[in-house]
């Protein structure tokens, strides 16, 4: 017995293009399955941040922060790249306690301030709070932060958590008085609840990339718990 099939040319189209498609479409999605397991976060606590002489070597701290956004498909431009800046807070465990970032915005007529920031895993901001600059008309900064990729578990005065998530780095530990935690994970926001709030965070083990938005603020306003400290 013949059967009389009639296809028009739409459908024919369709079924091309549609497979097609669906084939372009499964291919990416394998080659983002492979470029996903090919990605692995170097091992930044192994990598020399010091030069023979015992300075903070800025070049291959800026490398490790292009690594991690390298890590999370982070776009980066020429901006980042040259705008980038990285401190060791004068500590010399950099790997443990660090900082990388790029400043957006410093408005000081607009009070408003936005700045990237850029945490190796398990790096910590050390433990400061922020006060006024009374003969330049600058207040006590306010701040948020809203996490983009990875994780990092932020301290501020309160009820202590009775465990914290993180174990605090040898370097820093004595000197951490706050302990009332808040963990942020993509998306996620906090920020400090009042003024001159003593703070610190240290990010997950596998790093953060952060915005924050303040009130303007001036690192000459910074007050670190360890003295030791330089920023």
Request: hydrophobic share 40%.
């Amino acid at each position: 017995m013949s059967h009389n099939v009639r296809i028009d040319r739409r459908t024919v189209c369709a079924a091309i293009v549609g497979g097609g498609l669906g084939l372009a479409a499964n291919s990416v999605r394998a080659a983002e399955g492979r470029r996903a397991r090919q990605r692995q976060l170097p091992d930044f606590a192994a990598k020399e941040f010091y030069k023979a002489d015992g300075s903070f070597d800025q070049d291959q701290a800026k490398q490790a922060y292009l690594a991690l956004l390298e890590y999370y498909r982070y776009p980066v431009n020429d901006n980042i790249r040259q705008n980038m800046f990285v401190s060791d807070f004068g500590i010399k465990h950099f790997a443990q306690a660090g900082l990388g970032g790029v400043l957006w915005m410093a408005d000081k007529p607009g009070n408003y301030s936005s700045i990237e920031v850029f945490l190796l895993p398990d790096q910590m901001i050390p433990e400061h709070w922020h006060v006024a600059m009374e003969d330049e008309q600058i207040l006590p900064k306010m701040e948020s932060w809203v996490v983009r990729y990875g994780k990092t578990f932020t301290y501020g005065e309160g009820e202590p958590t009775a465990a914290i998530a993180v174990k605090i780095h040898d370097c820093q530990a004595k000197y951490v008085t706050v302990r009332s935690e808040k963990a942020l994970a993509p998306g996620e926001v906090t920020g400090t609840k009042r003024t001159m709030e003593k703070h610190w965070q240290q990010a997950g083990p596998e790093g953060c990339i952060l915005t924050e938005v303040s009130s303007y603020h001036d690192g000459r306003a910074v007050r670190f718990t360890d003295p030791k400290i330089t920023f």
